[in-house]
């Protein structure tokens, strides 16, 4: 089993910055993600990191979007910039073990999931 525990959501003005942090627990997570979902619409990959390190973001937000994992905390971040009311949603941080590369932004493939935090970007 692995625990994800979201923060630092918030609201923000367009073109403004947050950053988000996931807090892993429990068993050691092989590849993690952040996903998205908007009121009325399906739940969206924003980026992973996948078994060996290697980053992959959603056209939506590359660019503007950076996620790292601090391995020694086994904390995920997601630091946003330059948001766009479009960014406005309930954000998930979502992780799994075994192994997996490449490009890992479909819902299906994660197991585990945090509870999300809201982001509200207004123009």
């Known amino acids: 089993q692995v625990q994800l525990v979201e923060s630092g959501g918030g609201s923000v003005q367009a073109g403004g910055s947050l950053q988000l942090s996931c807090s892993a627990s429990?068993?050691?997570?092989?590849?993690m993600g952040w996903f998205r979902q908007a009121p009325g619409k399906e739940r969206e990959g924003v980026g992973s990191i996948d078994s060996t390190r290697v980053t992959t973001y959603a056209d939506s937000v590359k660019d503007r979007f950076i996620i790292w994992k601090d391995n020694a905390k086994n904390i995920l971040y997601l630091q946003m910039n330059s948001l766009k009311p479009e960014d406005t949603a309930i954000y998930y941080c979502?992780?799994?073990?075994?192994?997996?590369?490449?490009?890992?932004?479909?819902?299906?493939?994660?197991?585990?999931w945090g509870q999300g935090t809201q982001v509200t970007v207004s123009s």
């Open positions: 429990g068993q050691r997570a092989s590849y």
């Open positions: 979502a992780a799994d073990r075994g192994w997996r590369t490449g490009r890992l932004l479909t819902p299906s493939i994660f197991g585990y």
